[in-house]
Nanobody
Framework: VQLQASGGGLVQPGGSLRLSCTAS???????????MGWFRQAPGKEREFVAG????????IYADNVKGRFAISRDNAKNTVYLQMKTLNSEDTAIYYC??????????????WGQGTQVTVSS
């Protein structure tokens, strides 16, 4: 499956942004059968898990540092997963990647990755 992320940009501290990631159909496997997730990588840091949403359901998990501020959701009819981000701060500045997994866990073990979209939080 190919993933296309979008929605990044420059936002002021305290602001909001919504990222989208659209998946192409592949191998006869429907979008709803993929667990989906968002990761990010800040300059000089390792890529870290941000949020995940399980296949076939709306069960979600979050990294502690975004819990309560970020929300992941999916629209299976549109083959799209979203990341709504609120109360952004400078530590949220990173390249954000969406990913898809055929496995059970949505925290790790992803099979497919999008190209990333830059989010910069700055005044």
């Amino acid at each position: 499956v190919q993933l296309q992320a979008s929605g990044g940009g420059l936002v002021q501290p305290g602001g909001s942004l919504r990222l989208s990631c659209t998946a192409s159909a592949a191998s006869g496997r429907t979008f709803s059968t993929y667990g989906m997730g968002w990761f990010r990588q800040a300059p000089g840091k390792e890529r870290e898990f941000v949020a995940g949403i399980q296949r076939h359901s709306s069960i979600t998990i979050y990294a502690d540092n975004v819990k309560g501020r970020f929300a992941i959701s999916r629209d299976n009819a549109k083959n799209t997963v979203y990341l709504q981000m609120k109360t952004l701060n400078s530590e949220d500045t990173a390249i954000y990647y969406c990913a898809a997994t055929t496995g059970i866990s949505v925290r790790s073990g992803y099979d497919y990755w999008g190209q990333g979209t830059q989010v910069t939080v700055s005044s």
